[in-house]
């Protein structure tokens, strides 16, 4: 079992930054991909980004040239770096984590832009 802790979120005012992460621990055998999703108030869960083991990243349209992923292969450690945040990019944010096929999710940590 894996469990995913998220931290890094709070309050902004829109047009600043925020950077999220998310620690993976517990048995891991070999984490694969990590990402980032998204759920605002009364909307469905919304990919943000995600990184392969190697480095490889791929984006949601929304958040292109804003926000970065990275990771720490040996910390199984991913980040989010947010940088000029807008009001609609206030959600809870998830990571997940593939672990040799199987998907774990973290509890969510909220972020808030606001005006």
């Known amino acids: 079992q894996v469990q995913l802790v998220e931290s890094g979120g709070g309050l902004v005012q829109a047009g600043g930054s925020l950077r999220l992460s998310c620690a993976a621990s517990?048995?891991?055998?070999?984490?694969?991909?990590m990402a980032w999703y998204r759920q605002a108030p009364g909307k469905q869960r919304e990919f943000v980004a995600v990184?392969?083991?190697?480095?490889?990243?791929t984006y949601a349209d929304s958040v292109k040239g804003r926000f970065t992923i990275s990771r720490d292969n040996a910390k199984n450690t991913v980040y989010l770096q947010m940088n000029s945040l807008k009001l609609e990019d206030t959600a809870v944010y998830y990571c997940?984590?593939?672990?040799?096929?199987?998907?774990?999710w973290g509890r969510g940590t909220q972020v808030t832009v606001a005006s």
């Open positions: 997940t984590a593939d672990d040799v096929g199987i998907d774990y």
């Open positions: 517990g048995s891991i055998f070999s984490i694969n991909a």
């Open positions: 990184i392969s083991r190697g480095g490889s990243t």
